[in-house]
Each structure stands twice: as structure tokens, then as C-alpha cells.
């Protein structure tokens, strides 16, 4: 009776004690200077099955935390200066991390921890089809048959609710939205049904409806498998939502933690009290403004799209031809007038970032786009170099849109050298300015891409696009990977840009209440049409 009894308790200390232990942890991190610490003697437990969120403004060593836990953290720049970092193993052993070598890690990883990085189009491998990632680390974890990794590759993909799972598999991460990209390593994450799954920013990329379906995803494991889930996030939307208790960091140290509901019904910390105060709320945003009517004539507008359908060809067969046509948007139309901020929502994949890639003139259309009152499509090279010089573009992802062998200040630069502006140092002046404007310190002009925070190379993206002062600037999720603090920043900057310069925006977003603070009007689409569109109070009322 009493070894029966033993047992259960000892099965209870299994299920209620803690998976993760971290322990002192400092990380340093080498540059031109000598060392610094990016994290401080941060210390913190992960019980099983519990929802841990990590939340702070970007550039506060969230993320080093979860590379240093899964010992990815980039070498030899980087390194563990003190602490341990201890998981509970499947045989209920304690395991220190930081005390394996790359072969017994490797064993771990993927198995019982994995990750979801924040940026999947630099963490899916380009030349590798979806299907051929999936079942790799199926085959490599489970000894299982090819086969047998292949079905569950596409049970997989279905639990992340991705359609036509089975012929997604040959598809290339080139080929899918961002959203479908975040999804699919998603489910590459969990197909191993690991016991700790670090989550960095999961739903950054995300539109709200999927968003939900992730966050519920997440949910329905942890219920199912008892997985213990850390959550790095700036969404205070989705840390209310999901976790369980939280941790606030500032420049690499805890500022506060505590179960989320004292967290957010009296937070003790001046830094999380600006944190909470930040967030955008609708109907309530500071940048609630009269909606601007549509009124001017053709003549006024930046830019005008008529019809404008953009089709991809999808090829198959032992003859590589053509068996599909993708209608990713069709007969789509509308015009941005100056000072004007026009918002494109919808849900991940319905053409809302095909329309901006083919408005910058990156993917080939039919339909008129007018820019300026010229048509793009009747000029010749000079013509075409001086429009492209009015609009200008942010991408969704910081990372693959900055040369990673360029310094930051030569790549915020760029485009004015490109375009003949100004002497050296006249450049380097307005560079430097303009590092000021979003947030970042002219020191900063001479760091590389890797260097920052996926926040803070979004800061960089902005400022290269405002290098040129163009007429309209497309914004493509440009603020989904900013903290709310950064965010209100950078959304007050934009504002105050728009004022100053008279600067439009085409701002592509999943974020309703961020579209509510910033846009005039806003134009709704779904499967690549648009279905409707009015001013900001028609549509959110």
C-alpha cells in the first residue's frame, strides 16, 4: 500500500515540478568595446504544463534567454558567462544545458525542446521543400520509416490548420505567406510533442483570426501532452491570454514577475506600468483623428490602382508546365491621396502584401498603377528609377531585407547614394537624424544587421525608407515586430512624418487596433479582392 502510495506522489512531483530551472544566468556578448552583459542574473522555473511569458521591450535579452536555452546562442560572439540552465530529462533526471556538448544537445533539441523562431523565412531553410524539413527531423528524432514521418508530417500541417497539407509538402517557404511560413514551423515544432516548447514571438506574423487559432493550438497540446510552454511575446493581448505567470525584463535584468493577474490588475514596477499604458487600444488610441474624406480629384492622389490582378503560375509534371494558375489578387482598386493613411487588413495569405510587392513594382501585374499621375507601366529606365524614388517600401521581415555584410548606417544610406543626394558627409548627417527619429543613437550607425533585436532592425528598416522622403511609404506589417512601447514610438514618428512631409501610407496589418489609431480609411481583403472599404469609423462601427 505504501509503495503504491509513494508512487502516485512521486508521479505528482513529476507532473507539478518544475521542467526548467535557470539559475544566475548572465550572457555576454563580445564586440568592438570588449564584453557586455545583454542578460543579468536572471533566474526562473518553468513548471510542467505551465504557460511562462517572458514580455519587454525589444533589445531586453528575451530572445538570448531562449537561444541560451537551447545552446544556439551565435558563436563565439556570444557566450553563457554564469549560471546553469537544468532540465528535467524523460528519465527524471536533472540536466544541466550548459554543461553538454553539441552531439548529446543535438539529441535534445527538436525532441524535448523546441523552438519557434521569430522570423520563418530565415529559419525555414530556402532550398529545402516544406515537406522535406518536416519529416527530417521526424526521421532523425523517432528512427520512424519514411513513410510513416511523411503522414505525420501532414498530420502536422493540419494541426496548424494549413489547407491542402498534402500537396504543401513540395512546396518551397518562397512560396507561402508569412503567416503560412509562421504556421508551418509551428507544426514543425510540435510534430516531436516535445516537454518545454519556446515560442518567440509565434503569432508576430499572424493575422487575428489566426492568431486565435495558434494560441488555442498551443492550448489544446498543453492540455493533451502536458507541454510546459515559454512564451517571449510583446502582445500584451496574448500574454493576458495565455500565460500563466510573468516575467518583465529591462536591458537584460527581471524588473518584476508575478501570476499574470496581479501583474496586470496592479503592476509594482514603473517599467511594466509604461509597458501596460502602451498598448493600443480601440477606440481609445492617441492618435484618434477626424477620418479624412476621399474628396480630392484624380489629380491629388499619390497613387491610383485600377483592376490590378497579379497571377502566379504553379508548375508540375516530369515536364515542369504549367498546371495552375494562382489567382492571388484580382481586379483590386483604390487610391491614397497625401497625408492620407490607407489600411489593408485581412487574414494571412489573402493578397494583402502580393498588392504591395506589385504597387512597389516587385511582382509583375495586369491592371494601371499611377504614381504621381504616371502610369508605371509606359516607362522607360530613367522614368521608372525617379517614381521608385516616391515610394518606398517596409517589409515584414527586418532580417531578410537587410544586407547582413553592411553596416546599418551604410544601408540606411543607400538609397541616397543610389539616387546621387548629398556629399558624404551630408549623408551621414541626415543618417544620423534619422537613427534619432526611430529611436536609435547615431553610435549605432557603424553595428551590423545581427547586432540588434528583430525590433530594432525594423527601426532600421523605417529609417531607410524615410531616407529619400518619398511621397508614399507601404508599410507591410511594419510595426508587428515592435514591443507596444516601440510601437506607440513608432506609430507617433510615422504620424508626425506624415504632418511634416506630407508623406502617404499604404499600412498593411493584422493589428485592428493599431489600423484604428493610424488609418483614414481602411479597405478590407479576402482571396485577393477587396470586399470592403470606407473610412475608419464606417468600418470598425
Known amino acids: 500500500m505504501s509503495a503504491s502510495l509513494d508512487k502516485r506522489r512521486e508521479e505528482t512531483a513529476e507532473k507539478t515540478g518544475p521542467v526548467l530551472d535557470i539559475t544566475g544566468l548572465s550572457i555576454a556578448v563580445r564586440g568592438e568595446d570588449g564584453e557586455r552583459e545583454v542578460v543579468s542574473n536572471l533566474s526562473l522555473t518553468l513548471g510542467r504544463g505551465e504557460t511562462l511569458c517572458i514580455a519587454g521591450e525589444s533589445g531586453s535579452g528575451k530572445s538570448m534567454t531562449a537561444l541560451a536555452i537551447m545552446q544556439l546562442l551565435p558563436k563565439p560572439a556570444a557566450r553563457i558567462a554564469a549560471g546553469t540552465i537544468r532540465l528535467r530529462d524523460a528519465e527524471r533526471n536533472d540536466v544541466d544545458l550548459t554543461t553538454l556538448d553539441e552531439r548529446r544537445m543535438r539529441r ?73 511560413r509562421q504556421r508551418v514551423m509551428i507544426a514543425m515544432a510540435l510534430a516531436l510533442e516535445p516537454a518545454v516548447l519556446i515560442a518567440d514571438e509565434p503569432t508576430t506574423a499572424l493575422d487575428v483570426t489566426v492568431q486565435g487559432e495558434v494560441l488555442e493550438l498551443l492550448r489544446d497540446l498543453q492540455r493533451v501532452h502536458g507541454t510546459s510552454i515559454i512564451l517571449i511575446t510583446h502582445d500584451m493581448g496574448v500574454v493576458a491570454e495565455m500565460a500563466d505567470r510573468v516575467i518583465v525584463m529591462r536591458n537584460g535584468r527581471m524588473v518584476e514577475e508575478g501570476a499574470t493577474g496581479d501583474i496586470f490588475a496592479k503592476p509594482q514596477a514603473t ?28 489629380n491629388d492622389h499619390v497613387a491610383e490602382i485600377n483592376d490590378l490582378s497579379v497571377r502566379f503560375d504553379l508548375r508540375g509534371g516530369l515536364l515542369g508546365r504549367v498546371n495552375r494558375r494562382v489567382h492571388a489578387v484580382e481586379g483590386v482598386s483604390f487610391s491614397i491621396a497625401p497625408h492620407e493613411t490607407l489600411a489593408l487588413v ?38 521608372r528609377k525617379a517614381v521608385r524614388r516616391d515610394i518606398q517600401m517596409v517589409f515584414q521581415d527586418p532580417f531578410a531585407s537587410l544586407d547582413p555584410r553592411m553596416r546599418v548606417g551604410e544601408l540606411v544610406a543607400e538609397p541616397l547614394l543610389i539616387h546621387g543626394i548629398g556629399s558624404k558627409q551630408e549623408r551621414r548627417d541626415r543618417v544620423a537624424a534619422l537613427f534619432e527619429r526611430v529611436g536609435l543613437s547615431a553610435d549605432q550607425m ?96
Open 271 to 298: 517599467y511594466t506600468q509604461e509597458l501596460l499604458s502602451a498598448v493600443p487600444r480601440i477606440g481609445e488610441g492617441p492618435g484618434r483623428r477626424p477620418s479624412r474624406r476621399d474628396d480630392g480629384t484624380a
Open 108 to 180: 535534445i533539441r527538436g525532441d524535448r525542446i523546441a523552438m519557434i523562431f521569430q522570423e520563418p523565412m530565415t529559419s525555414l531553410n530556402p532550398v529545402l521543400s516544406i515537406g522535406r524539413q518536416l519529416t527530417e527531423s521526424i526521421e532523425v528524432h523517432t528512427g520512424a520509416s519514411r513513410a510513416e514521418a511523411r503522414r505525420r508530417a501532414i498530420e502536422a500541417l493540419k494541426s496548424v490548420r494549413i489547407s491542402e497539407a498534402e500537396s504543401r509538402l513540395k512546396q518551397f517557404p518562397h512560396e507561402l505567406s508569412g503567416g503560412m
Open 346 to 383: 485581412g487574414e494571412s495569405g489573402c493578397g494583402k502584401s502580393t498588392t504591395a510587392k506589385a504597387l512597389a513594382g516587385l511582382v509583375p501585374y495586369e491592371g494601371a498603377i499611377r504614381i504621381g499621375g504616371r502610369n508605371l507601366s509606359g516607362l522607360g529606365g530613367d522614368e
Open 446 to 541: 557603424e553595428l551590423y544587421p545581427h547586432e540588434f533585436s528583430g525590433g530594432q532592425r525594423q527601426r532600421i528598416c523605417i529609417a531607410r525608407a524615410l531616407a529619400l522622403r518619398p511621397k508614399l511609404i507601404i508599410a507591410d506589417e511594419s510595426v508587428s515586430a515592435l514591443d507596444v512601447s516601440v510601437q506607440a514610438r513608432v506609430l507617433d514618428l510615422l504620424k508626425e512624418l506624415q504632418s511634416e512631409f506630407g508623406v502617404a501610407y499604404l499600412f498593411i496589418s493584422h493589428d485592428m487596433a493599431v489600423v484604428e489609431n493610424i488609418s483614414d480609411r481602411v479597405a478590407v481583403m479576402y482571396l485577393g479582392q477587396i470586399v470592403e472599404m470606407g473610412t475608419r469609423d464606417q468600418v470598425f462601427s
